[in-house]
T-cell receptor, first 109, second 118 residues
Framework: KNEVEQSPQNLTAQEGEFITINCSYS?????LHWLQQHPGGGIVSLFM???GKKKHGRLIATINIQEKHSSLHITASHPRDSAVYIC???????????FGKGTTLSVSS | SAVISQKPSRDICQRGTSLTIQCQVD?????MFWYRQQPGQSLTLIAT?????????ESGFVIDKFPISRPNLTFSTLTVSNMSPEDSSIYLC???????????????FGPGTRLLVL
């Protein structure tokens, strides 16, 4: 069993839809990261959180430490949101990240 | 925030050759990491590049195959040696501010180097 599990693996949506991507982990963590990877391979850090909720524009990330679960929400999705969204957790020592396999999102207009 | 550049952005190489990937950061950082992302897989940490000492390799990765240099706090190279088609991947350089990956740290990623080995 992977230490970081994401669901769904693939997601298609129509422009304007509300998107939710889930991440569950099985290890103790120092922090959880949500990353966005564009088709060319570059990765952008969207959020880093260790508790509660963060919001940036149309993106919202939540984490429940007790349940070892995080969600990434995209409101009013747009075709430019099409990318791979990766959940990663920092180990408790703060020395390494453990990555999920990513969720491929495709938003059509 | 840290801005990271990588060279080359992509390359096609022949089996048995070696390729050196460069990573340049616009600020001094303590920790630099090299990751590999094989097709359809999640990122896997290859090693942590340490300034002034040998890199720290993760299980399954060895210095002879992936030699790393870190001559200063803003630059590192990763060499993929004696390449085979299985080495076809995206290789990403990453840095963490203030030396760690704890709750207050942010990790930044380079644009990646897409390598195809024929």
């Amino acid at each position: 069993k992977n230490e970081v599990e994401q669901s769904p693996q693939n997601l298609t949506a129509q422009e304007g839809e509300f998107i939710t991507i889930n991440c569950s982990y099985s290890v103790g963590i120092s922090a959880l990261h949500w990353l966005q990877q564009h088709p060319g391979g570059g990765i952008v850090s969207l959020f880093m959180l260790s508790s509660g909720k963060k919001k940036h524009g149309r993106l919202i990330a939540t984490i429940n430490i007790q349940e070892k679960h995080s969600s990434l929400h995209i409101t009013a999705s747009h075709p430019r949101d099409s990318a791979v969204y990766i959940c990663a957790v920092g180990n408790q020592a703060g020395t390494a990240l453990i990555f999920g396999k990513g969720t491929t999102l495709s938003v059509s207009s | 925030s840290a801005v990271i550049s990588q060279k080359p952005s992509r390359d096609i190489c022949q089996r048995g050759t070696s390729l050196t990937i460069q990573c340049q950061v616009d600020s001094q950082v303590t920790m630099m990491f090299w990751y590999r992302q094989q097709p359809g897989q999640s990122l896997t940490l290859i090693a942590t590049a340490n300034q002034g000492s040998e890199a720290t390799y993760e299980s399954g990765f060895v210095i002879d195959k992936f030699p790393i240099s870190r001559p200063n706090l803003t630059f590192s190279t990763l060499t993929v040696s004696n390449m085979s088609p299985e080495d076809s991947s995206i290789y990403l350089c990453s840095v963490a501010e203030r030396g760690g990956l704890g709750p207050q740290e942010t990790q930044y990623f380079g644009p990646g180097t897409r390598l195809l080995v024929l």
